[in-house]
C-alpha cells in the first residue's frame, strides 16, 4: 500500500488506530473502575421500566419490518459495491461503460419499483 | 501549500539514527497512537461546547456561562464527572455483549478518523481505495449499536437499537450514493488522488448542478447516519427514554456519547473531502493574487475550518427542525433520496462521459 506519515504502510497504521481505539476504551473503563464508587442492591441491577417492575422478558420479538428494510438494504448495499468501480473508471471507459451501467440500474430500479408497489417501502 | 511530510519525515530520521529500526517503528506507531487519542478526546470536548454553545444561541440563550469564562470548562467538568460515577452491573445481561459493543463503535470511528486528510502529508491512513474503506469502517459502527441494544436486556434498548439499525443502513445507501457521484468526477478512490484533483477548483463548484444536489442529499443523509438532527428516533426520549444506551452508565455511555460527536466530526470531514476540496484552499481561476493569499493559510487550518463549517449547518438543522416519525423517515430515504440519488447519479456520469464539467 502507498506510504503514509512516517512512510508506515497504511495496513500497520490501520492495526495502530484499532489499537488507539481498544486502548481508549480499555483505559477509561480502568479508570472509572478505580476511582468509581461501587454498591449493589436488586433493585438497581433490574432493567429500566420507567420504575414499574418489569413485565416477561425484555429480548422479544420485534417487528418484521426492520427486517425487511435490512433485506432491502443488502440488494443496495451489493448494487453500490458494483457501481464503485465502474464509478473509478466511468471517464476513461466512456459510452460503453454508461450503457452496460445503465442496463444495470434499470434492473435495479424495477426491483425497487416492485418492492415498492407490493408495499415493502410502506412502515405499519 | 507547506508539507507536513517534511516534519514527519525529519522525526523518521531522527529516530532510526539514533536507534534500530524496529525500534523505530515501534516509537512512530505509539506517536501516532498519543495523537489520534489526543484529537480524539480533544474534538470531542469542542464538539460537545460548539453544540452547546450553538444550541443555547438558537434558542436565545447564552449555554454553558458557569464554569470556567464562557463556560470554557464546562466539558472537561463533565468528563471528569462521567469518569467517577459508578458502573452499574445488570441482571441478565449478555455480559460479553454488553461490554465489547462501546470498543466496537469507538473503533469503527477511530478507524474512518485516520483516514481524514487533516493537511499536507498528514493522512495518517491512506489506502488506494481510501472512500471505499472508509464507508465500509463507519458501518462497524451499527453492529456495535445493535449489540448494545440487544444486550442490554431492556425493552427501550431493544427498540432503539432496531430503529437505529434500520435508519443507519438505508441513509448509509445515500451517503454511498452522493459519494460516488463524486468520485465519477475525480475517478480515483484514494483519499490524496480525491484532494490533488481539487487543487483548482472543488468538485462542488466544478460539478454543476449534480454536485450540489448530491452536496445535499449527503447532508440529509449524514444527519440521518449520525442519529441527529430531525432523524434522531433512536433516541427520542419522550418514547424510548434513551434509546440503545439507556441501561450504560457512567463513561461505558461516555463512549456511545463520544462516539457520537465524533461521527458528527466525521461526516462533515468527509463532506468537506468528497465535496468542499478537503485541505485545498480556496482557488478562483484567474486571481493570481487571491490565490497566493489563500496558499497561505495552513492546510490543516483548511480542513479543519470546512469541517467546521459543515458540522455547524448539521447543528442548525438539528435545533431547527422537529423530529419526524420513523414512517417519514423511512419513506424519506427509500422513495425520495434515493430514486433522486440514483438519477443524480446517471446526470453526473452524463456529464462526465459527454465533457460537460469543469
Known sequence: ?124 | MFDFGIVTNWIDALLNSVMPGWLATCVEGVLVMVALLLLYSVLAMFYIFYERKLCGWIQCRLGPMRVGPWGLIQVFADVFKILIKELIALKNTDKFLFALAPYLVIIASMLVFANLPWGNGLQIIDFNIGVFFMIAASSIGVVGILLAGWSSNNKYALIGAMRSGAQMVSYELSIGISIMTMVLMTGTLSVTGIVEAQADGWLIFRGHLPAVVAFIIYLIAANAETNRGPFDMPEAEHELTAGYHTEYSGIHFGFFYLAEYLNLFIVSGIASLMFLGGWMPLHVPGWEGFNAVMDYIPSVVWFLGKAFFVSFLLIWIRWTYPRVRIDQMLALEWKYLMPFGLVNLVIMALCVTLGFHF
Open chain 1, 1 to 124: 500500500m502507498e506510504s503514509a506519515v512516517f512512510g508506515i504502510s497504511s495496513t500497520t497504521m490501520m492495526v495502530v488506530a484499532i489499537l488507539t481505539g481498544v486502548l481508549l476504551v480499555f483505559a477509561a473503563l480502568l479508570i472509572a473502575k478505580l476511582i468509581g464508587p461501587r454498591s449493589f442492591t436488586s433493585m438497581k441491577s433490574d432493567p429500566y421500566e420507567c420504575g414499574m417492575p418489569t413485565r416477561g422478558e425484555s429480548m422479544i420479538q420485534f417487528k418484521a419490518g426492520y427486517y425487511l428494510f435490512a433485506i432491502l438494504f443488502l440488494m443496495f448495499d451489493v448494487e453500490t459495491v458494483f457501481l464503485f468501480p465502474w464509478a473509478t473508471v466511468c471517464s476513461k471507459i466512456g459510452s460503453t461503460g454508461l450503457l452496460s451501467v445503465g442496463v444495470f440500474l434499470v434492473i435495479l430500479v424495477l426491483g425497487l419499483a416492485y418492492a415498492w408497489r407490493k408495499g415493502a417501502l410502506k412502515w405499519e
